[in-house]
C-alpha cells in the first residue's frame, strides 16, 4: 500500500486540469439538464407513488438532478450556489456517458440509443449504463430512506428494464434486501451529511466508501457485458475500475467544476478496434495521455499484486498525516504541461 499515495497523486494532478477563461456554470450542466424533471411532481403518479423510468436518459438524469437540488442546503456552509455538492461528480458522468455514446445497445441487436431509434433509450445491455444504475438507483433511493428527500420510503417505484430484471433492485426494499451493505453505506453518508459537525474531507470518504461499493455491486453483475465492446473499449471499462480505486483513495473532490476539469481527459467517443493512445487521431493529446496513463496504471496495480479492491477508503480509517500523504487536497497538484486544452 506504500505504492498507493505517489500513484494516486500523479493520476489525480494528470487529469487535473484549469478551465481557462470565464464561464457560467449553466454551460457546463449535463446534456438536458433544463429539460429533465427537477422535482418528484414532475414524474407521473400510480397509486400514490412516482412512478420513474430509468431507463430513459432524460427520466434518470432528472433522479440526479432531484438528488443535487434536494441536497443543496447541507453544502451552503462549503460555498455559496451548491457548487461545493460533491454529489455533482454522478450525473455529470452519466451525461458524459451519454454525450459519448456510451448508454447505447453496444449488440446493436436494437436501435436503443441511437439517431436511427429513440436517441434517450437507455440499452440494459450497456456496461456503462448498468454500472450507472448502480450509483444512481441505490444513492437515490437511500437518500429517500434517509428523510432527506422529503417524502416517504414507499413513495418511490423504479421501473425495470425489458430484460434482465432480476439484476436490478426497484424500489427502496428490494435494494436494501438485495445490496445492504451498500445501501448502509450511503446511508450513512446522508446522515453524516445532516450533521452539523461534519467537514468536507470528512463527508469525501462517506460518499468514496458509498461510491465503491456501489461499483463492486454493479461489477460483479455485470462484466460479461464487457464481451460486447471492442478490446479497447472493454480494457478502457477495466481500466477505469482501476483509476476510481485510487482517485477514491486520493479522496478526489467530485465537486462540480473538478468533475467538469476530470472529464475533459476522458475519451470523447467509444472506442474501436485499431484505437491505440497515445496515437489516436481524432483525441487531444491530453485525451491520448491520459487513457494512455490510466492503461500503465492498471498494468501497475496489477504487477504490485494490489488489484483493484473498490475497497480501499473507509471513514475514519485514515489520520491526518496519512491522509495529507494520500494528496486529499488536490488542487495544489499542477497539471501536466503542455497539454492540448
Known amino acids: 500500500m506504500a505504492f498507493l499515495p505517489a500513484w494516486a497523486c500523479a493520476l489525480v494532478g494528470c487529469i487535473s486540469v484549469s478551465l481557462a477563461g470565464a464561464f457560467s456554470l449553466s454551460d457546463l450542466y449535463p446534456p438536458l439538464w433544463n429539460e429533465s424533471p427537477g422535482q418528484f411532481s414532475d414524474y407521473r403518479v400510480e397509486n400514490g407513488k412516482y412512478v420513474i423510468d430509468p431507463w430513459v436518459y432524460s427520466k434518470r438524469m432528472g433522479m440526479y438532478k432531484i438528488l443535487v437540488n434536494k441536497t443543496a442546503s447541507y453544502f451552503e456552509k462549503f460555498a455559496p450556489d451548491n457548487e461545493q455538492n460533491f454529489l455533482w461528480g454522478l450525473p455529470l458522468q452519466h451525461g458524459w456517458q451519454y454525450t459519448t455514446g456510451r448508454l447505447v445497445d453496444p449488440s446493436r441487436r436494437t436501435d436503443c440509443g441511437y439517431e436511427s431509434g429513440d436517441r434517450l433509450c437507455i440499452s440494459v445491455d450497456s456496461w456503462w449504463a ?18 432527506i428527500m422529503g417524502i416517504s420510503s ?18 427502496i426494499s428490494s435494494c436494501q434486501s438485495s445490496f445492504p451493505k451498500t445501501m448502509n453505506k450511503w446511508n450513512a453518508l446522508y446522515k453524516r451529511l445532516q450533521s452539523p459537525s461534519s467537514s468536507f474531507d470528512d463527508l469525501l470518504k462517506y460518499l468514496w466508501d458509498a461510491h465503491l461499493s456501489s461499483l463492486k455491486d454493479a461489477y460483479k453483475i455485470f462484466e460479461d457485458r464487457l464481451e460486447y465492446y471492442s478490446k479497447p473499449e472493454a480494457d478502457f471499462g477495466r481500466d477505469w475500475c482501476v483509476a476510481l480505486d485510487y482517485l477514491a483513495a486520493a479522496c478526489f473532490p467530485t465537486t462540480f467544476i473538478r468533475v467538469s476539469e476530470f472529464q475533459k481527459g476522458l475519451p470523447p467517443r467509444v472506442l474501436v478496434d485499431g484505437d491505440k493512445a497515445p496515437f489516436i487521431s481524432d483525441f487531444t493529446d491530453f485525451q491520448n495521455t491520459v487513457l494512455l496513463g490510466l492503461n500503465l496504471l492498471h498494468q501497475v496495480d496489477n504487477a504490485t499484486a494490489q488489484p483493484c479492491q473498490l475497497q480501499r477508503v473507509q471513514p475514519g480509517n485514515l489520520t491526518k498525516s496519512e491522509a495529507k500523504g ?3 487536497h488536490p488542487t495544489v497538484v499542477q497539471p501536466i ?5
Open 130 to 147: 448498468d454500472i450507472n444504475y448502480f450509483l444512481c438507483a441505490l444513492p437515490f433511493l437511500a437518500a429517500v430512506d434517509s428523510g
Open 154 to 171: 414507499d413513495q418511490v417505484l423504479l421501473l425495470p428494464p425489458p430484460k434482465d430484471q432480476t439484476k436490478f433492485c426497484l424500489n
Open 326 to 328: 494520500l494528496g486529499r
Open 337 to 341: 504541461a503542455g497539454r492540448t486544452q
